[in-house]
């Protein structure tokens, strides 16, 4: 009932920037915390930043300074704008969505399903 759909990755070089979007769609009552989430070969999946309904927002702290997470809510949409990246942010990166849908009526989360963003040195 629920599809997030994620654009934005690809290739940057060290220093660059590149702007992630992720859309949520669907039988949608509300979306209470959005996040994103990356995951390195041979490393665990891991919370990058996350946003709540109200503006809230967290950073892991290997981005703090660097990354900005924000919504629109009229548009179901998250962003992750990364600034001044690095070699070590090239991962698989996935949004999260934590919705309430009309029918059926229930709470649960939903994935994207995952962009690439390679940073080359």
């Known amino acids: 009932q629920v599809q997030l759909v994620e654009s934005g990755g690809g290739l940057v070089q060290a220093g660059g920037s590149l702007r992630l979007s992720c859309a949520a769609s669907?039988?949608?009552?509300?979306?209470?915390?959005m996040g994103w989430y990356r995951q390195a070969p041979g490393k665990q999946r891991e919370l990058v930043a996350s946003?709540?309904?109200?503006?809230?927002?967290d950073y892991a702290d290997s981005v703090k300074g660097r990354f900005t997470i924000s919504r629109d809510n009229a548009k179901n949409t998250v962003y992750l704008q990364m600034n001044s990246l690095k070699p070590e942010d090239t991962a698989v990166y996935y949004c999260?969505?934590?919705?309430?849908?009309?029918?059926?009526?229930?709470?649960?989360?939903?994935w994207g399903q995952g962009t690439q963003v390679t940073v080359s040195s």
């Open positions: 999260n969505a934590d919705v309430t849908s009309w029918l059926p009526e229930r709470r649960r989360g939903y």
């Open positions: 669907g039988s949608i009552r509300s979306i209470n915390g």
């Open positions: 946003i709540t309904s109200g503006g809230n927002t």
